[in-house]
Nanobody
């Protein structure tokens, strides 16, 4: 199973930016699909953005044009660049790896956007 460690969360004002990182314990070149999810208090975990091994990306409508997912195979790291942050983006953000039909999750990093 892949070990994932997220970092980069914090407190930011509305309109600000953050970059989240997800470091994997194995070469991410071998991972079919990696994604970011988020979960706000009292809400279900929701998909934010994903990237395939071939660098095809997709994202939720709520973050399109503001968030960008990317991967650095040399560093075994996936990033989520978040711009124009809104208070409704406040949530715990989790990294997920899908490999061989198995899903692995990180522990999450908190993002808080103040108005």
């Amino acid at each position: 199973q892949v070990q994932l460690v997220e970092s980069g969360g914090g407190l930011v004002q509305a309109g600000g930016s953050l970059r989240l990182s997800c470091a994997a314990s194995i070469s991410i070149f071998s991972i079919n699909f990696m994604a970011w999810y988020r979960q706000a208090p009292g809400k279900q975990r929701e998909f934010v953005a994903g990237i395939s091994r071939g660098n095809t990306t997709n994202s939720a409508d709520s973050v399109k044009g503001r968030f960008t997912i990317s991967r650095d195979n040399a560093k075994n790291t996936v990033y989520l660049q978040m711009n124009s942050l809104k208070p409704e983006d406040t949530a715990a953000y989790f990294c997920k790896a899908d490999q061989g039909g198995r899903a692995s999750w990180g522990q999450g990093t908190q993002v808080t956007v103040s108005s």
